[in-house]
């Protein structure tokens, strides 16, 4: 039998695997997916420009060892970059030879310099009748990449991070976006990616703003009729930081300056990050022209941190405040605060303080009132493993027959409920949830919630099937 791209690509991984660490495996080379073989070169597919460029980057010595010994020296590896559907990525593939000094092919950025700095240009964040051009860059170093721990709920996202930092505007993840839900990281990540390109080019001009601030400086140009002088002013940014750009849902003037600054930035090989608690295929009522430019670079979610990176946490927040803890109370804390890096920290906070202001040990039962009030006052959110847990046990079937590939209509409907209670309940985003409950794609999620809707107000039985995995769920 003769090689196939999939036989030898899986001999390439299993050589990888023994050769590098089990996270940067499962991260860099477990999404890659064999496409063809055609006589020494192996094509594969990668998700994203950011991958192709990583595993330049990184991994091209790796690469060419693996590859010469399937294929001989003659091997070729010829990337083909996963399309989404929209308008920015202009190149279907990029081919290499596996070589050690990689180059930017495919990856050329011209930066076009901004003529005409006009020094009578007002700046918004000035009180006006004050002159100055000096643009502060509204950053707060104590967020910072060294305060920003690593664990599988964030690698993507940190290192796409630290590439834009050394490299910003000169890299093909332009706009990064990064999304995830409450108290997972955002705001920390997008700071600290600005507090390292300062360190690295104090030149560059780097601007942090929230979307509902952009927003109201927007009204304030329009009521004084100088919102050229606003855009003109934003489009001298070298590097613009916008958190939470959902907030701009509904708001059709701001999203059609914020448009006119993004296409002169990115026009002009400046940099743009962008943070948002949904990802861009979840955003309601944000122009379509818009949505399609977020998806041009690297969109990267923050997940829920699991058990190991808590546990870092906690200790990372105790070291840095100088105070010992006995490790059964930082178990007992990462086993019992699992959705919020927010929380997880407050809750450390007021352990540190119920302690000293009371002049009392932390003890496990001081620890315990504490979790017991911040597990009172949050809601707390299942996760979507739990919820298809629940739905199957109700079904009388097992996980693994709900994420099947049967069309069944009893299996069929108790995997759109699954579905259905993941958006309902979870931040999790349509395709992270299509691709936990048996790898669908977001499209699948979002005709499974109006399948539900639509069943649950015409159909008795299924309505009672809704109510009771209802109370099930939220008990």
């Not at 990616?193 to 929230?210: A, D, F, N, W």
């Not at 300056?257 to 993004?262: G, T």
């Not at 927040?317 to 010992?324: A, C, I, S, Y």
Request: aromatic letters at 10%; one cysteine or more; hydrophobic letters at 40%.
């Amino acid at each position: 039998m003769g090689k196939t791209a999939e036989s030898v690509w899986g001999n390439c991984l299993s050589f990888i695997e023994d050769n590098i660490t089990p996270q940067a495996y499962k991260t860099w080379f477990s999404p890659i997916k064999a496409v063809k073989l055609s006589d020494a070169a192996l094509s594969i597919q990668v998700p994203s420009k950011f991958f192709y460029e990583w595993l330049e980057e990184h991994y091209v010595k790796i690469l060419k060892v693996a590859l010469t010994k399937e294929l001989g020296e003659t091997a070729k590896l010829v990337y083909v970059i996963k399309m989404e559907n929209t308008y920015g990525n202009k190149q279907p593939f990029t081919e290499r030879i596996p070589s050690e000094k990689p180059s930017n092919v495919g990856n050329q950025q011209v930066d076009v310099p901004v003529k005409h700095k006009d020094p009578e240009l007002k700046n918004p964040f000035v009180i006006p009748g004050i002159r100055n051009v000096k643009i502060e860059s509204q950053l707060n170093p104590r967020y910072n990449f060294e305060s920003f721990l690593e664990g599988d709920s964030n690698r993507l996202a940190r290192s796409a991070g630290l590439a834009v930092s050394n490299k910003p505007g000169g890299t093909s993840f332009n706009p990064l976006l990064v999304f995830g839900g409450v108290g997972l990281g955002k705001t920390h990540l997008a700071h600290a990616i600005g507090v390292q390109i300062k360190e690295h080019y104090p030149e560059r001009t780097v601007l942090y703003i929230s979307a509902e601030k952009f927003t109201q400086q927007y009204i304030e140009s329009v009521k004084k009729n100088n919102r050229n002088d606003f855009i003109h002013f934003y489009q001298l940014i070298d590097v613009l930081i916008v958190d939470d750009i959902q907030l701009l849902s509904g708001k059709a003037g701001t999203q059609d300056v914020f448009f006119h600054i993004f296409n002169h930035l990115h026009q002009n090989g400046k940099q743009v990050i962008l943070t948002s608690d949904k990802a861009p295929v979840d955003m309601q009522d944000i122009e379509q022209r818009l949505l399609s430019r977020f998806k041009w670079g690297l969109s990267a979610e923050l997940q829920q941190p699991d058990f190991e990176t808590r546990i870092s946490i906690i200790k990372n927040k105790l070291f840095r405040d100088g105070v010992e803890m006995p490790e059964e109370i930082i178990e007992f804390l990462a086993n019992n605060i699992k959705t919020n890096i927010r929380e997880l920290e407050g809750a450390i906070i007021s352990l540190i303080a119920h302690s000293s202001f009371n002049k009392r040990e932390i003890t496990l039962d001081l620890a315990k009132k504490i979790v017991d009030n911040y597990v009172k006052n949050t809601k707390r959110e299942v996760s979507i493993d739990y919820i298809q847990k629940v739905v199957s046990d109700y079904f009388q079937m097992d996980v693994d027959t709900l994420q099947s590939k049967t069309r069944k209509r009893h299996i069929v409907q108790a995997r759109q409920l699954a579905m259905f209670f993941a958006k309902k309940l979870t931040k999790a985003s349509l395709a992270s949830i299509g691709s936990q409950i048996g790898s669908r794609d977001h499209a699948t999620v979002l005709h499974a919630c109006k399948t539900v809707d639509n069943l649950a107000s015409t159909d008795k039985q299924f309505r009672k099937f809704v109510e009771d995995l209802d109370k099930k769920l939220t008990m």
